[in-house]
T-cell receptor
Framework: SQQGEEDPQALSIQEGENATMNCSYK?????LQWYRQNSGRGLVHLIL?????REKHSGRLRVTLDTSKKSSSLLITASRAADTASYFC?????????????FGQGTRLTINP | DVKVTQSSRYLVKRTGEKVFLECVQDMDHENMFWYRQDPGLGLRLIYFSYDVKMKEKGDIPEGYSVSREKKERFSLILESASTNQTSMYLCAATSPTYNEQFFGPGTRLTVL
């Protein structure tokens, strides 16, 4: 089955720097989503990019999608200590009346004050 | 905002016990999902339901079953818990009008 794979697995940067995380996947998709998870908690949706879009912005987040390379990137600008979390990409396809998501393994982001 | 709640944050059970994990959502969403999350493996879909009494196997359904008798409630059942089912279990809900899934806080299950 298709799978998003994040790169790097872990990233540690100084507060104020930009953080870039990458995601690759294997099959065609309806959309690609990014989620954030604070330690020991559920996931929270951050941003969605449709298969016919190339770039999307939301606040300090910027997502790009290259369907020819089957890859996406999430950029967090001007990072803050509160951005410390795990970030997951998820590829979406429609199955039996529901939108099924396939998640990658995640990138653990640490922002050092 | 959609609220998804799970019956327990932490649960400890013994091998062979029957385990019920409950998930309730308050926004009348048709679709509900159960995932497990393990280090290095990310989230993997166990089962999902696209409507009441409807269920579909996900990627790793073995050793699990589900029940969806009411729209707001989706239960995950471990018929005979085993140590390899020790994991974090996450429930999510959505509807066809949304693209994002709304997650509960998770249940960390330990099987001894």
């Amino acid at each position: 089955s298709q799978q998003g794979e994040e790169d790097p697995q872990a990233l540690s940067i100084q507060e104020g720097e930009n953080a870039t995380m990458n995601c690759s996947y294997k099959t065609s998709i309806n959309n690609l989503q990014w989620y954030r998870q604070n330690s020991g908690r559920g996931l929270v949706h951050l941003i969605l990019i449709r298969s016919n879009e190339r770039e999307k912005h939301s606040g300090r987040l910027r997502v790009t999608l290259d369907t020819s390379k089957k890859s996406s990137s999430l950029l967090i600008t001007a990072s803050r200590a509160a951005d410390t979390a795990s970030y997951f990409c998820a590829t979406a396809s429609r199955v039996q009346g529901a939108q099924k998501l396939v998640f990658g393994q995640g990138t653990r982001l640490t922002i050092n004050p | 905002d959609v609220k998804v709640t799970q019956s327990s944050r932490y649960l400890v059970k013994r091998t062979g016990e029957k385990v019920f994990l409950e998930c309730v959502q308050d926004m009348d969403h048709e679709n509900m999902f159960w995932y497990r999350q393990d280090p290095g493996l990310g989230l993997r879909l166990i089962y999902f339901s696209y409507d009441v009494k409807m269920k579909e196997k996900g990627d790793i359904p073995e050793g699990y079953s589900v029940s969806r008798e009411k729209k707001e409630r989706f239960s995950l059942i471990l018929e005979s818990a085993s140590t390899n089912q020790t994991s974090m279990y996450l429930c999510a809900a959505t509807s066809p009008t949304y693209n994002e899934q709304f997650f509960g806080p998770g249940t960390r299950l330990t099987v001894l």
